[in-house]
Every structure is written in C-alpha cells, then in structure tokens.
C-alpha cells in the first residue's frame, strides 16, 4: 500500500479448495493456501514459501498436559476439535491420525482459532494448531510436540496459463522477493 497508494486489494478469506477453485476459474488471480495433494489442480502452479509446523493444544487438566513430545497413538481415544472438511489440513491431520492407527473422533469443525482454543480450554476436546499461532495465546491450554513431525506447507497458487494483471504481476512480485528474503 505504501508502494502503490491508488491500488485497491480485494482479499478472500476461504479454505485452500475454495481458494483453487477460484483460481482454476479464473475468479482469483492467486492465493496463499496450503500445498494441495499431488495432481489435484494441473493447471496451477505452486511457489512453497515456507512450513508451519502443527502441535497439539490440550485441555491444561488433561492427563498429558506437560509430556513433549506425544506420540499420536496415544491420543486415539481422545474427542478432537478439527479443521473443516473445506481445509487441506483437515486431510493432512486426518492421513496423520490414520497412519498412527486410528481415526479421530471429531466432536467440532471450525476455523476460526479463537472458538476452537475455547473449546479445548473448557474440555470438549484437543486440537491441532500451528505452533506459532497459539504459542502467546490467552487460553488456558497445554502445548506438546508431537512425535511424528505435521507440517503445513504454505505455498502461493498461480494458474499456469495465461497473463497476469499489472496489479498482479506487482504482488507476485513482491510476494517473490519476500519469499528470497525468508531464506
């Protein structure tokens, strides 16, 4: 905005299929989602930008408040607070529970952050969550690591075909020089 004081961003706030779909239709020009399976959306390309590695936030009465790392066996029976079925990590801590042999009894979907941390605080359930967005969090809540690593790869979506918009060559630029900063 300082660069290009006339410039208007609309910004979509949306799950990753949501956000590729549009893209794929051309509705969007590009978006920060998490890395879609393979050969789901041909027609897009995906820049990684960086991983966001998960823990999980428990109750701080529950019985494994204070063990880190867990084993993910070990929370098979236990009620989960989830991502919705609209979000890719929905399908990256499911595959996580599976592999560790059980499916996760999902007693709440949301994305909204702040309900789910609530939730979890009051005993309805654990959760999965990016490390950096409950570590300074007010809830009263236990973090652990978790033994076998659940990272989210954040990438940025372009079509593969087709000519970006001033506007959005200037993002996509932008984007990419702070993407080369990162490292």
Same mark, same amino acid.
């Given at each position: 905005?300082?660069?290009?004081?006339?410039?208007?961003?609309?910004?979509?706030?949306?799950?990753?299929?949501?956000?590729?779909?549009?893209?794929?239709?051309?509705?969007?020009?590009?978006?920060?989602?998490?890395?879609?399976?393979?050969?789901?959306?041909?027609?897009?390309?995906?820049?990684?930008?960086?991983?966001?590695?998960?823990?999980?936030?428990?109750?701080?009465?529950?019985?494994? #408040? @204070?063990?880190?790392?867990?084993?993910?066996?070990?929370?098979?029976? +236990? !009620?989960?607070?989830?991502?919705? $079925?609209?979000? &890719?990590?929905?399908?990256?801590?499911?595959?996580?529970?599976?592999?560790?042999?059980?499916?996760?009894?999902?007693?709440?979907?949301?994305?909204?952050?702040?309900?789910?941390?609530?939730?979890?605080? #009051? @005993?309805?359930?654990?959760?999965?969550?990016?490390?950096?967005?409950? +570590? !300074?969090?007010?809830?009263?809540? $236990?973090?652990? &690591?978790?033994?076998?690593?659940?990272?989210?790869?954040?990438?940025?979506?372009?079509?593969?075909?087709?000519?970006?918009?001033?506007?959005?060559?200037?993002?996509?630029?932008?984007?990419?020089?702070? #993407?080369?900063?990162?490292?």
């Amino acid at each position: 905005y300082r660069q290009y004081p006339g410039v208007k961003l609309e910004i979509v706030q949306a799950g990753t299929y949501g956000l590729l779909d549009k893209v794929a239709a051309k509705t969007i020009e590009m978006a920060f989602v998490v890395m879609p399976g393979d050969d789901q959306y041909p027609d897009i390309s995906f820049l990684h930008l960086l991983d966001d590695d998960y823990v999980l936030a428990l109750p701080r009465s529950h019985r494994l #408040a @204070g063990k880190s790392p867990i084993d993910l066996a070990e929370i098979a029976h +236990e !009620n989960f607070i989830f991502h919705p $079925a609209t979000d &890719r990590m929905f399908f990256l801590c499911m595959d996580a529970c599976m592999k560790a042999g059980f499916k996760p009894n999902i007693v709440c979907e949301s994305n909204h952050s702040p309900t789910c941390l609530s939730l979890i605080s #009051a @005993g309805m359930g654990i959760g999965f969550f990016p490390v950096e967005k409950i +570590e !300074n969090t007010k809830h009263d809540i $236990a973090i652990a &690591r978790i033994s076998q690593p659940l990272k989210k790869d954040i990438v940025l979506a372009v079509r593969k075909e087709g000519v970006l918009s001033p506007v959005a060559a200037k993002f996509h630029s932008f984007v990419l020089n702070w #993407a080369d900063s990162l490292n």
